[in-house]
């Protein structure tokens, strides 16, 4: 997911580069687009819930339990049964806190905190907070550097600061309907309504499965933790192919966004504590706007998440602001 939210995020900065203070909400609006791809690549860098790889070699890997330690002279997993065995337990934990933080070439740095659930649809809190480039520079026009974004089964929604408002009717709030996520950026706003729709952090588990270029590296301790280190290399456009429900002139499509983005793989590295469970996730990439890189931890596994609709008063969507500005003809 990371990479091709990037593909977005590449075309969506340059116009975010060059907005103008008159053009408060227009910024607004492209800021939480972007706020609305990391967050869910914080949680989840993969595709749809589909199972990531149908080999045979994965198959009859599967079994062995998940038992890591090999003691009694049994043999060690495979990284390939390992990886199956935390994706199943990651993927049945339900919830848990969030903590991550991205970077984009000179467009952006932010962190994200708070808790997430996927046990029926993405839902959750999190608190976004731009640190440095110029997504932090258009932030601070607007009178803040961090936003609160609340994501439900079927919509999500970004808090933007009181300057905002005077620009949205005294509304605060910013609605993304995932059915309208495709006029967002085409076919990756097709892929980003099926990432919102299935998403869990067993995904960048289920990207170095669907890979077939998976090692592990070592035990290492993460926080305290003890923790097994695997590795991959991902080409993306591939799979998005397999791990997603597009269609073939989508899928199409969003190959021609990569390429125009400059990304073609990108590396995930995972680690998985001693309960199987995703706890560290890093990944990197390239694109035409610069190096890429999210870290993120997960903890707190079971944990209880809530995410209530704003008021429907605070609220803007936005399809009618963007119907709002075309009206008034306003431009870059």
């Given amino acids: ?59 009859s890997a599967r079994s062995g339990g998940s038992d890591k330690g090999g003691g009694g002279g049994s043999a060690r997993l495979s990284p390939i049964a390992a990886l199956r065995t935390a994706e199943k337990s990651t993927d049945g934990a339900d919830s848990a806190k969030v903590e991550s933080t ?109 890979s077939g270029d998976v090692r592990e590296v070592g035990e290492e301790k993460v926080r305290g933790q003890h923790t097994t280190h695997y590795s991959g290399t991902l080409a993306v456009a591939d799979l998005a192919e397999k791990n997603s429900s597009l269609t073939r002139s989508q899928l199409d499509d969003l190959r021609k966004t990569l390429e125009q983005a400059g990304v073609t793989t990108e590396t995930v590295d995972i680690w998985v504590d001693d309960r199987d469970l995703l706890v560290k996730k890093v990944e990197k990439g390239e694109t035409t706007a610069g190096a890429y890189s999210q870290t993120a931890y997960y903890t707190d596994y079971g944990t209880k998440v809530s995410a209530r609709t704003p008021p429907a008063s605070d609220t803007a969507d936005f399809t009618e602001l963007m119907k709002q500005q075309k009206g008034a003809g306003v431009g870059s």
């Fill in 1 to 59: 997911m990371s990479v091709l939210c990037v593909s977005v995020q590449s075309r969506e900065s340059w116009g975010v580069g060059r907005v103008k203070r008159a053009t408060v909400r227009r910024a607004s609006l492209s800021i939480v687009a972007m706020t609305l791809f990391a967050g869910v690549a914080a949680c989840s860098s993969g595709g749809s819930g589909g199972s990531a790889s149908s080999s045979s070699s994965e198959s």
């Fill in 102 to 210: 991205t970077t984009m070439g000179s467009v952006m740095s932010m962190t994200a905190d708070g808790a997430l659930g996927w046990g029926d649809g993405l839902t959750g809190t999190l608190t976004i907070t731009y640190t440095g480039g110029t997504m932090a520079d258009t932030m601070r026009q607007m009178g803040t550097t961090s936003m609160e974004a609340r994501y439900l089964p079927d919509a999500y929604y970004a808090r933007m600061g009181d300057t905002f408002a005077t620009q949205a009717g005294g509304r605060h709030w910013i609605k993304y309907a995932y059915d309208d996520l495709e006029s967002l950026g085409g076919s990756s706003g097709a892929y980003l309504k099926d990432q919102m729709q299935n998403t869990t952090p067993n995904q960048s588990v289920k990207l170095l499965l669907a």
